[in-house]
């Protein structure tokens, strides 16, 4: 698609169920859709007044969770958006921007700090 309304419209309208099955439900229609890895993708990171600012595919932007990311297959980095509703994955360029603020611990594994708390990153198996 290349109109970005009607995708922004698409995204605005996007659940997902227990079972991790994505599905657009507009008024009056609602439909299934197949989504390869997650229907969101971090583009790009901002740190501003402290706070991790993500800039996600849907054109919107929100503060990171620290505590939601998570390394998944491949070692691939995500973490949790839309209120903890999706998950959405880091692109190489955002990855690259988020990796500067990433420390590792021999005994803990990697860890973001934020202020004075440490967010220690979690491995999913997928």
């Known amino acids: 698609m290349i109109r970005r309304d009607i995708i922004r ?3 605005e309208h996007l659940k997902m169920d227990e079972n991790g099955q994505y599905r657009i439900e507009i008024p009056g229609d609602s439909c299934n859709i197949e989504v390869e890895d997650t229907a969101f993708v971090v583009k790009s990171v901002d740190v501003r007044d402290g706070e991790i600012v993500l800039s996600l595919s849907d054109d919107s932007e929100e503060k990171l969770d620290p505590a939601s990311l998570f390394i998944g297959k ?4 995500y973490c949790r958006v839309k209120r903890g509703t999706f998950p959405a994955r880091f692109n190489r360029a955002s990855y690259y921007q988020l990796a500067a603020y990433l420390a590792h611990d021999e005994k803990a594994g990697y860890y973001l700090t934020l202020g004075e708390k440490r967010f220690y990153l ?3 198996k997928s």
């Open 122 to 124: 979690s491995f999913h």
């Open 74 to 77: 491949d070692n691939v980095l």
């Open 9 to 11: 419209y698409f995204y």
